[in-house]
């Protein structure tokens, strides 16, 4: 089938023909000469008007619209401070500076909805721009610019939330390059304001993207116009209870027919969490756990690459990467029981656990792109090696009489191979374009821990309960096929994509082999209507599937106290979700509504031993979870020295839990509102005040109480802005906690608590230095990589 699929393609493309050609310019001010940066360009047929392609001008004013049949076409300019320009075109290629004439009439007082770099809807996707966006000048980073982005959410640990409820892959200059919260922290912060053109949020993937995505950020950068050296080095210091030092420097150097890029990453010193419980056991005694970790960190990440021209329209690339991680890790927990009355003690033990967890990722890319006629290939390949090692030695100590109680010893050996190959091609068809592509993916992990126990004797002997030896492959086959198109002011984009799934999990200690193959139809439409240059309504509908990862499958226990720990399950299915979502903007003004339901969600549930008082949590999946959600956004100006920023996101979603005989369907609402007030002070100073609150939320078996925090930065350039300079308090009210209380007290009576320490100064210099028209790319990582990690 996914043969037959291919080849209706490749037919396709090979039965049209008609001569393409690229179409670019430069927008000036027609007063001053100067660029005119972020301006809406639309080229609309003739002699109908429909919207042929749209895009949003760079930084500098240019734009560039490829794949374009030659005709008769209209573009049209419209740029908040500006006239809206028509101008016929027929068949240039190179249509030279174009000069916008600047609109007195809508020049100061209060502008609703922002200025030039406002945020747009461009179909189905949220355009922001960001360099010269003076609501972003004072981030210090652009993951600080992610947390003031509508329908997007920044957990206290990093973890990047879309619509409150999904990970959306991360996209630079049009190329996935999923990571793990800590390397995403690190990259973010690399990158600061002015290195960043646009940053795009798509909520309801088509089928040209891997099914694994339900929500994409991509993030465009920043481009000039002449050859030689750009770079940027970044100095970051953060303190709070610890001190961690983080350092980047990235850097380009192009000629005429090769750019090279390097960047380097170095982190040093150490980080904190905290985790504390509260349990009322089933003998009345309650039980309280506060879990204390330091990490220290010494990690270093090189990357390095070529892009070579080979001729026009073809061009290599070459990116080899690796990621060193060197930690030592000290966690520190208490188990503190007493009677019921909270007051007499019935036994008090510590628990002192200190490892070195070290990590070695090696990656190679090798990207093609070129163009054949009317035909667009592009090739995408990958090698990555991730080898993890670990010793643990856990004590529990009696705090009363500090006698040892228990002495373990553990040896992780974990290693990761993944390959992948993607081809791409796109093609001109009549007033649309077609596309197809393939994938194939091979993930091989094999991960042995061994425990020691040491017994009476004073010797530690193998505990096979808590050894487990475990391997998993899993091979990925996915096709495509998708066409856009426009009918007057009407756009549309209809895609189908096909992923195969073949997995072996085998777990070599319990000499028990799981074989598995599911295919996913993943269809997936968006239809747009204009209503005016600045106005738009889509619908948009999707079909996606998210897979089991190995720690969700291995059925291994991961401890976080002696009492309780995680266990995988690799029998648990993948679920698919399918969402309608209905979206209306106008200027700045951005209003959507999405409601959907997810099939077999996977999660984990608390299973609670009376006689041993050990709490598990168990992977299983669900019937369904159906949910609903509203998203409202506006940026808008108040003074010259005064903008403001406003998202407010509103919840719902009714799972099926089944838990010990009974389904639970609680309908869960909740709301979050976020938002910044940035001021221009004196002497070109930034003032920065960012919000963000969640009110009560949950699950089918926990409520989560309400949680916030309040963040404050200033920032001023230095050196004609080749230097700038930011300090930032983030959560100064230490109030962005993670509280969980179980629904069914009669059940299992806890209440849990994660800290991951936000309350932090961070003051953070970077210094830009020479430039490059190469765009500086984080290299690309495969979902099979994110998933296997």
Known sequence: MMKKLLLCCLLAFHFSAQAQTALKGKITDEQTGAGVGFVSVSLLSLPDSGLVKGQISDSAGLFTFSEIRPGRYTLLLAAMGYRKLYREINGSADLGNIL??????????????????????????LVVNISGNKLFNASANAFDILKKLPNLEVGADGAILMAGRVAPGVFIDGKPSPMSPEELQNYLASLTPAMISSIEVISNPSGRYDGEHKGIIDIRLKRDQTLGW?????????????????????????????????????????????????????????????????????????????????????????????????????????????????????SFTNSDNYSAPRQDNYAANLNYSGRFGKTQLDVLGSLVKIINRQNEDIRNRNAFTGDLQDHWKTILKNDILIRAIQADLTRNIGKGKISAGAKFALSSTENDLRYDTLNTAGEFILDNGRTNSFRYDEYITAGYVAYEGNISKFSYAASLRLENTHSVANSYTEKQVTKRDYPAWLPALSLTYALNTNEQVNLSFSRRITRPNFGQLNPFRLYISPLNYFIGNPFLQPSTTTMLRLSYSIRSLNIALQAGRESDPMTRYPEYDSATNILQYLGKNLPYNDFAGVEVSFPFTVTKWWRMNHNIRGGYKKEQTPYHGVTYAIPITDYSVSGSQ????????????????????????????????????????????????????????????????????????????????????????????????????????????????
């Open 100 to 125: 916008l004439s600047p609109d007195a009439s809508l020049l100061g007082g209060v502008t609703v909805s922002g200025e030039r770099a406002a945020m747009q809807m461009q179909g189905d996707k």
């Open 230 to 346: 750009q770079g940027t080095a970044t100095l970051s210091l953060q303190q709070n209870a610890y001190t961690l030092n983080e350092n980047n420097l990235s850097a380009t150097y192009k000629t005429k027919k090769v750019a090279y890029t390097a960047r380097l990453g170095y982190t040093t010193g150490n980080t904190i969490r905290r985790y504390n419980a509260l349990q009322h056991q089933a003998n009345t005694n309650i039980m309280t756990t506060n879990t204390h970790w330091q990490t220290g960190n010494n990690n270093f990440n090189i990357q390095l690459g070529a892009d070579y021209n080979i001729r026009k329209d073809h061009r290599l690339e070459v990116l080899l990467r690796t990621y060193q991680v060197r930690r030592d890790l000290a966690l520190l927990n208490t188990l503190d029981i007493t009677d019921a009355s909270g007051e007499k003690p019935v």
């Open 678 to 789: 940035v001021f221009t002070l004196p002497q070109a100073v930034s003032l920065d005040v960012s919000y963000y609150y969640k009110s009560r939320s949950g699950s089918g078996l926990y409520i989560h109480r309400p949680l916030g925090n309040v963040d404050i930065g200033l920032q001023r350039n230095w050196l004609k802005g080749k230097l700038s300079s930011k300090l930032v308090v983030y959560d100064i009210f230490d109030t962005n906690r993670n509280r969980l209380i179980f629904r069914e007290k009669q059940i299992i009576n806890n209440e849990l608590q994660h800290w991951f320490g936000t309350r932090r100064l961070v003051a953070t210099l970077s210094f830009n230095f020479g430039s490059s028209t190469h765009k500086t790319r984080q290299s690309s990582r495969s979902d099979e990589e994110n998933r296997a990690m």
